[in-house]
């Protein structure tokens, strides 16, 4: 997306056909574009249609996102505020920032607890299960079903909770973020290293970037947010990715020695100083700067932020190195993304049917923005996507052709209470006085109280 004006027009055409699609009135009318709307390219493929009369008085309603990343507040500033008075006139919405992991975790909980929930919230996986469990979040099923918004989605079984419900709405945009390494070009160069191919290699590059005043690489953990999401699973599956995907469905446990190898290889990295030092207080928005600032020369990170790195020319990426003969990068990967995450709607609204339309337009909005970087995305905007970066294209040319993508097990594997001892542990894991062995017996003990398989 090269102008903001085009963003606009993309947005209020897609907004309007949301709204259109639940309320309108049979008559065609053309959407209001901006008068520099750049090409055809901007506008939907689908019938535009108007919009129902705005009620005398305005429905309010309460929302909370995460607003931990450049991205969500971008889709915010951008695509959200600027354009939801035009797409939802009837409603008044006050948006409350939730910041991300457990502040959005502990955030929702409190509120759900004393019965003050928001209409429209960013779910997650890790706190899901207890709102659920007090009936505070909607089955989206007979609305989206009833006003078409469900098909819009290019695989709509991917929204399936295991009960068949449907629970949140998002762009779809996750089953294509993946962690992966991103590093400096001119760093690399300077330093005289190569891109690392084997754990080894990447132990032994980060010795001589440190030996020429680098911080080798870093990533958040604070809170133990990298060894939750990302780290530990990169670890395991690097080693042998047969033991990572037992793990997300629960046939094995923190006795494999598979899995026990995964938590040393963290322990290993901490004391080979290839992260800072603290680097387990170090919280999202600090790691991204050591980064963008070349302070770090590697980062270790989803690729939900490749389009913003990407405007840096000197920044690359490659896959995390295999650590066995088991793994192969082109043909193993991890991938983001459950069911339960997106924009969900409090079951105790009183306005459930304008805040289920709020959601849409929430995931919308996210649709079109990711589909603005070039990311691939399934909820259908009817635009024509944009090109992508060459690192973007580069991204999608090796994620999509890999056969065994293995889901999350940070979100599709742990309850409430595991997900915050996991986080607990994995902070302590990268102080670098916590030993490997110590984790994975602490482990072993939170993972066999885990409920989320009881379900």
């Known amino acids: ?41 901007a506008t939907s493929k689908e019938d535009n249609k108007s919009t129902a009369k705005t009620d005398s008085k305005k429905i309010k309603m309460k929302v909370i996102t995460i607003t931990t990343d450049e991205n969500r507040n971008k889709i915010m500033e951008k695509f959200i505020k600027p354009n939801i008075a035009t797409a939802l006139p009837n409603l008044e919405v006050e948006f409350e920032p939730g ?16 019965g003050d929930m928001p209409d429209v919230f960013w779910n997650d996986a890790g706190y ?64 005289g290293v190569k891109v690392p191919t084997t754990f080894d290699e990447l132990i032994q590059i980060s010795k001589t970037l440190k030996s020429k005043g680098m911080v080798p690489a870093v990533t958040p953990g604070k809170d133990g947010w990298g ?13 042998d990715p047969q033991a990572m995907a037992d793990l997300v469905s629960n046939k094995t446990d923190f006795n494999n020695p598979s899995v026990k190898e995964g938590a040393a290889r963290i322990e290993k990295l901490v004391k080979e ?15 991204m700067e050591m980064f963008t600032s070349k302070k770090a020369a590697m980062l270790w990170q989803f ?16 896959p995390f190195p295999s650590a066995s003969d088991k793994y192969n990068p082109t043909k193993n990967v991890q991938f983001w993304g459950s069911p339960v995450n997106g924009y969900a709607v409090n079951g105790k609204t009183k306005n459930p049917e304008e805040a289920v339309k709020l959601a849409e337009f929430l995931a919308m909005a996210d649709a079109l923005y990711f589909e603005s970087t070039g990311a691939p995305i399934s909820l259908k905007t009817g635009n024509k996507a944009m090109d992508r970066s060459p690192l973007m294209q580069k991204f999608v040319d090796w994620y999509n052709p890999i056969p065994n993508k293995i889901a999350s097990w940070a979100l599709n594997s742990l309850d409430a209470k595991t997900s915050a001892e996991v986080s607990t542990q994995g902070a302590n894991l990268l102080t670098g006085e916590y030993s490997a062995d110590k984790f994975n017996d602490a482990m072993n003990k939170i993972w066999s109280q885990n409920t989320w398989f009881a379900k």
């Open 1 to 41: 997306m090269k102008t903001k004006s085009k963003t606009a027009a993309m947005f209020l055409m897609a907004s309007t056909l949301l709204v259109a699609t639940a309320c309108s009135s049979g008559d065609e009318t053309k959407s209001s574009q901006p008068s520099d709307n750049p090409s055809p390219s």
């Open 99 to 114: 910041g991300g992991g457990e502040d959005m975790a502990n955030k929702l909980k409190t509120l759900n607890a004393s």
């Open 128 to 191: 899901f299960t207890p709102l659920k469990s007090t009936g505070s979040i909607l089955d989206l099923t007979p609305y989206i079903s009833k006003d078409g918004f469900l098909g819009k989605y290019a695989v709509p079984d991917a929204l399936k909770h295991v009960d068949n419900g449907i629970y949140s709405l998002s762009s779809g945009a996750d089953t294509y973020f993946t962690p992966v390494i991103f590093y400096h070009k001119d760093m690399f160069e300077k330093a």
């Open 227 to 239: 060894p939750k999401l990302f780290m530990l699973q990169q670890m395991i599956q690097t080693g």
């Open 273 to 287: 100083g290839v992260f800072p030092d603290g680097i387990a207080n170090i919280d999202y928005g600090p790691a």
């Open 303 to 318: 690729t939900w932020e490749l389009p913003n790195l990407a405007k840096d020319e000197t920044v690359d990426f490659f």
